[in-house]
Each structure stands twice: as structure tokens, then as C-alpha cells.
């Protein structure tokens, strides 16, 4: 992994940033149609299908479960698919259910604030310095301001609060699911993609069984939205994911995050007409301050 990330990372980086920022919109969107754990699921499985039918075509061989090698990549794979695609998708669509997909989207500028940490004790090369430290506490008064100090104080009947801290708990999970990725063997990327999406698909669809049934087909706009889902923000975003954190690192993969809040509050404010609390946009301010003056050395190394 290089200092520099350079151009090409970067593209990808506005690019999955454009896409997550999308993806909350569409969450909105297939809640007509679906339950919440079940559009986790059938995004994640179509995304799996997608990637799977893709590596067919290559000719392109999923890890070899019978080397050391191997068992350790579809271990990462497991961890990827539970942190990246089951439990985070699970939870953004419940907490959808009673928050704005603008809220939501600005839940996901808390991401680098738990890669800072976690890359600093387990990625060689990514230290905390004082600069992200100092940013990282700013960040953390975002948060505070955020998700309300209700939310801390709900007994379970407030489930605006409780789904402000599932949505809150997304965010951890990309974070965690970000650093396996960059901790796992050297393996081909698009195979790494698809078996990180089987796993998750092999987890959720049992689960969304369990919790509610079998779905009917949506239709109309929520079925176009569930193919969205699994095409774009969840296939092409796995791909281009798994591309920029074996690359450039997991401390640059979550400054994606920076775009994310920006699309989904635009998005749904333009497609959805949404009204977003006032103190969403004071936290927006300290969250991103906080994270732009944690990655601040990044940008004054070597070129």
C-alpha cells in the first residue's frame, strides 16, 4: 500500500460515494414493498448472484477451502460478509423505517471516526497522531449532537432513538468490516467480492426467513428499488469496496463517508421530499470537521 492513493482510488472513492449516497433513497423506496431484513436479503443475494454469473464468465475460481490460504481468505470473506453486507444492510432498513434516508446517510460520517482506532492498533502504517486524535474527539461531539442524548435514555419505546443507534451501529460495522477487508490475504479482488457476498447472502437469507416469511414480489417502484439495491450499491459498490481498501488502505476507504451524508441528505430531500431535523446539519458541520482535520497529514506526505 502506497502513501498516495492517487487518481484512480480517488474516482473510485467519488464514485462509491455518489452510489451509498444513492442507496438510502432506495432503502426508502423498497420499504414499500418489503420488510426490512428482507430487502438486506435480497439485495445481498442478487448482488452474490451478480458476482458469482461475473467470475463464471471470467473463468475466475473462488478461494480453495483446502489450503491454509484459502480457509483464511473465506474466513475474511465470512467476517466481510457479516460486518459489510448482513448486519449493517439488516439494520439501515429497519432504522429506515422510522428515520429520514437523509439521517441515515449522515450516520455513515461516524465511519472513519471507528476506523481511526481500529486501523491504529491493527494496520501497520496507520498510527493515530495527535492531528487525528484531535479530530476524532470533534467527530465524536458530531455524533453526541446527532443521534441526541434521548437516544441513550430510551427504555425501547422510543424507536426513532433505537433506530438512530442501529443506524449509529451500521456505521461501526462498515468500519469493522473495512479493516478485515484490508487485513485479508492476497487474493484475486472480483473473487474476494463474490465470496464476501455469498457469505452474506448464506447468513441473511435464513434470518430474513425466519423473521419475516416469505415475501411477496414488490412491484412497481419498490421492485425496481430492490434491483437497484442489489445491482449497484450492493454488487458494483462490493467490487469497487474490496478494490480501494486492498489498495489505499481502510483510513482512506472511510473518507468516502465525507460524500456519503451530502448524497443521501440531497437525495432524499430532492426524491423523497424529505425534513430533516435542524440539529442534523450542526452535527453534519462537526462531524466532517472533525474527520477533514483527521485526515489533514495524509494530504502533506511525500507526493
Not at 187 to 193: C, D
Not at 264 to 290: C, D, H, K, M, R
Amino acid at each position: 500500500m502506497t502513501s498516495s492513493p492517487g487518481a484512480t482510488n480517488w474516482i473510485k472513492l467519488i464514485i462509491l460515494g455518489l452510489i451509498w449516497g444513492s442507496s438510502f433513497m432506495a432503502v426508502t423506496v423498497a420499504l414499500e414493498g418489503l420488510g426490512p431484513v428482507s430487502i438486506a436479503a435480497v439485495r445481498i443475494t442478487l448482488g452474490a448472484v451478480s458476482l458469482l454469473i461475473i467470475t463464471a464468465l471470467m473463468r475466475i475460481e473462488l478461494p480453495s477451502i483446502s489450503t491454509r490460504h484459502g480457509r483464511t481468505v473465506w474466513l475474511c470473506a465470512l467476517g466481510m460478509g457479516f460486518f459489510t453486507n448482513a448486519l449493517p444492510f439488516s439494520l439501515l432498513s429497519w432504522g429506515q423505517t422510522y428515520v429520514a434516508s437523509g439521517f441515515a446517510g449522515v450516520c455513515m460520517a461516524v465511519v472513519p471516526l471507528f476506523v481511526l482506532p481500529l486501523a491504529h492498533f491493527l494496520v501497520p502504517g496507520e498510527r493515530m497522531t495527535l492531528r487525528r486524535a484531535l479530530g476524532f474527539t470533534i467527530g465524536f461531539g458530531g455524533v453526541l449532537t446527532l443521534i441526541g442524548f434521548k437516544a441513550f435514555a430510551s427504555a425501547g419505546s422510543d424507536f426513532e432513538s433505537l433506530a438512530r443507534l442501529a443506524c449509529l451501529a451500521a456505521a461501526l460495522c462498515y468500519a469493522i468490516g473495512s479493516i478485515i477487508t484490508r487485513l485479508c490475504p492476497s487474493v484475486n479482488l472480483l473473487s474476494l467480492s463474490a465470496a464476501a457476498l455469498s457469505c452474506g447472502a448464506v447468513m441473511i437469507v435464513p434470518t430474513a426467513l425466519w423473521q419475516e416469511g416469505l415475501p411477496n414480489l414488490p412491484e412497481g417502484r419498490s421492485l425496481l428499488a430492490v434491483f437497484y439495491l442489489g445491482l449497484v450499491p450492493t454488487a458494483l459498490a462490493q467490487v469497487l469496496l474490496v478494490q480501494v481498501a486492498r489498495s489505499a488502505g481502510p483510513s482512506f476507504l472511510s473518507t468516502v463517508n465525507y460524500q456519503v451524508p451530502v448524497w443521501s441528505v440531497f437525495f432524499g430531500a430532492l426524491l423523497l421530499n424529505e425534513t430533516l431535523p435542524p440539529q442534523l446539519f450542526a452535527a453534519l458541520i462537526l462531524i466532517l470537521g472533525g474527520l477533514l482535520l483527521s485526515r489533514a497529514p495524509a494530504h502533506r506526505q511525500r507526493p
